[in-house]
């Protein structure tokens, strides 16, 4: 047969394809998180067919939701869309925005996959419906799992719902027994959980509840004591019952559990054993970010494996990988334009605003705060905005914190207790406001209402003058400050001295590259110094060498008595620093002035 007439048949074959893979997708669906005990709502959906393109809209959301469906595609039976959500919580709306991805199943009426991001993303599924709406009734589907996770999950329920009544507590009498409770709660959690587990993934390993069983043994592996076989076991569980539901939840899961056993001694094999495969079927076209993850954890494996060549082919392989996300990254974020601040209404004001961030690498909700503190940098010039970030162990260890910064969380924890409750927490002036985060969606609407308590601030007018210099020689870093005009208060009255780093690369589990004003040390103690008289003169010097030796010691001792790092990684380049005075009064927490001091013998700003 002539080429150009076999080439027809196949064109009306694979359109007439294309065509049943439109119409067979078409209809209502009902979208699910999957749970281990059962399936949620997130929405019910129509997909129709709109000229060439599929389109799908939400016909049902849940009371308090609402939700839009948007990029809705199917491709090689593959189905991927995006939804946008907005929740109103206790008069509060929460936006967040996440894609699914899953795989038509054989019979074209379950599409497993997952629903999140491309760093978190929890088991959700498609199901076929002829439903148009659904019932109150409906929006939960019940299962029963085993017997053992049943009870397991009972317990550490029972020892939450102590605690979270334990805080709320305000009568002494009934906090002290709630405390009692909740100590005998967590250990009966403690003594019972593991062996339950253990039950569900020896007795039941087909079955979906013992992934979430496999993943809780594996995070606490430590006192669990989970041996590097039985890791090896739990692992593939994780790898076997994660696939079903696609390729972005399977590697999540193999990749974070695998990560957190690579810190322990022993566990090499365990690691290698589900990561090496996934290694060598990775394909170039698969997601940057996924493949730095996969081949960092490779190569720690390896080099505690002592497989040390193999491990250094790798290194040019991930500096190009992370230039790329690098690139892309600052090409991105923010993902809006910080528009310049337009100047001071009232001419005579001089008065500086200070925003302190306290926030953490692994800290998922503080990718807003973060990006919105970073928009102000662009919007703001130094001479009226001051910016502090404080990095803490929450929820997860981080390399940029240090004792000063925990110090300073101390400091304002004991005047404001709950306002300062977790990461992200923001102080301007010294009073906590603007509390929260959110993920990078909410950064515009963070950045709004961080500039609505900036700008009148910075209509105040003060006589306290801060002036002074540093001066870098290498690693030596010498200070002098001046204050004038400044109202002592029974030593309530204090100068306050940072030194920050201009920009900090370090990703962590929330993927933010870039991290400024980071705070690495506080010369003179987070205690201050007393403010006197109306003015003084103070100095202090700073042995960077010594500061890095000192706070890799800090980060030994975590890592060693209280949890691993998630990586080797230790940002302490100490490339560009900035120098920062504050003047604030104990009693009240307020900032009364600040500045920022030049700094000699050191370099141009940082890129980033």
Request: a neutral charge; hydrophobic letters at 40%; aromatic letters at 6%.
């Amino acid at each position: 047969m002539p080429r150009r007439l076999w080439i027809i048949p196949l064109l009306i074959v694979f359109s007439a394809a294309n065509a049943l893979a439109a119409v067979a997708t078409e209809g209502h669906w009902i979208l699910y998180q999957v749970l281990p005990t059962g399936d949620s709502v997130i929405c019910l959906m129509k997909v129709d067919k709109q000229g060439d393109q599929l389109r799908a809209e939400s016909l049902f959301a849940p009371t308090g939701v609402e939700l839009t469906i948007q990029q809705f595609k199917r491709e090689n039976g593959q189905i991927s869309f995006t939804i946008s959500q907005t929740r109103t919580v206790q008069g509060r709306s929460i936006d967040s925005v996440q894609t699914f991805e899953g795989a038509l199943g054989a019979d074209d009426k379950v599409v497993l996959g997952s629903l999140g991001q491309d760093r978190f993303a929890n088991r959700a599924k498609l199901e076929r419906t002829e439903k148009t709406t659904l019932e109150r009734t409906e929006l939960f589907v019940r299962k029963e799992p085993v017997d053992s996770f049943q009870k397991a999950q009972q317990l550490n329920a029972k020892a939450s719902s102590l605690m979270m009544q334990w805080q709320r507590e305000q009568d002494a009498e009934k906090k002290k027994e709630l405390q009692e409770q909740m100590t005998a709660a967590r250990k009966e959690a403690a003594d019972q959980v593991p062996s339950l587990y253990r039950e569900v993934v020896s007795q039941h390993p087909d079955r979906p509840e013992a992934l979430d069983a496999a993943q809780y043994l594996l995070r606490t592996a430590s006192t669990a004591k989970v041996t590097p076989e039985e890791a090896g076991k739990l692992l593939k569980i994780v790898d076997q019952l994660s696939a079903p539901h696609g390729q972005r939840f399977h590697r999540l899961q193999v990749v974070q559990m695998a990560q957190l056993l690579a810190n322990q001694p022993g566990m090499e094999s365990a690691v290698l054993s589900v990561v090496e495969p996934l290694v060598k079927t990775m394909k170039a076209d698969e997601k940057p970010s996924m493949q730095v993850s996969l081949l960092s954890l490779y190569r720690k494996a390896l080099s505690k494996s002592d497989r040390k060549e193999e491990m250094k082919a790798l290194d040019d392989r991930l500096a190009i990988l992370e230039g790329e996300l690098d690139k892309e990254y600052l090409a991105t974020v923010p993902p809006f334009k910080p528009a310049a601040f337009a100047g001071r209404t009232n001419k005579s004001a001089n008065r500086v605003a200070v925003l302190e961030l306290f926030t953490g690498a692994q800290c998922p909700p503080c990718v807003a705060a973060d990006v919105a503190f970073d928009a102000l940098e662009k919007a703001y010039p130094e001479k009226d905005l001051v910016l502090i970030q404080y990095h803490m162990h929450i929820p997860g260890p981080d390399p940029m914190t240090n004792p000063d910064c925990i110090a300073r969380w101390d400091y304002y924890r004991q005047s404001f207790g709950q306002q300062i409750r977790g990461t992200p927490s923001t102080l301007f002036n010294g009073r906590p406001e603007a509390g929260g985060g959110g993920g990078m969606t909410a950064a515009e609407n963070k950045y709004k209402q961080y500039t609505g308590i900036i700008d009148p601030l910075l209509e105040k007018e003060t006589p306290l003058r801060i002036q002074g210099e540093a001066k870098r020689a290498g690693d030596q870093l010498e200070i002098h400050v001046a204050l004038s005009g400044a109202e002592p208060d029974a030593d309530q009255v204090r100068l306050r001295l940072f030194v920050v780093e201009e920009a900090v690369r370090y990703v962590g589990s929330n993927q933010l590259r870039f991290h400024h004003h980071v705070v690495r040390a506080m010369p003179g103690g987070a205690q201050g110094e007393v403010v006197k008289d109306k003015s003084l003169k103070h100095s202090a010097k700073l042995d960077l060498n010594q500061l890095r030796h000192k706070l890799n010691q800090y980060l030994d001792d975590y890592a060693a008595n209280t949890r691993p790092f998630p990586s080797d990684a230790r940002p302490l380049d100490f490339n560009h620093l900035k120098v920062i005075a504050i003047v604030q009064h104990d009693g009240t927490k307020e900032i009364l002035q600040a500045a920022y001091l030049p700094i000699q013998g050191q370099s141009k700003k940082a890129d980033h």
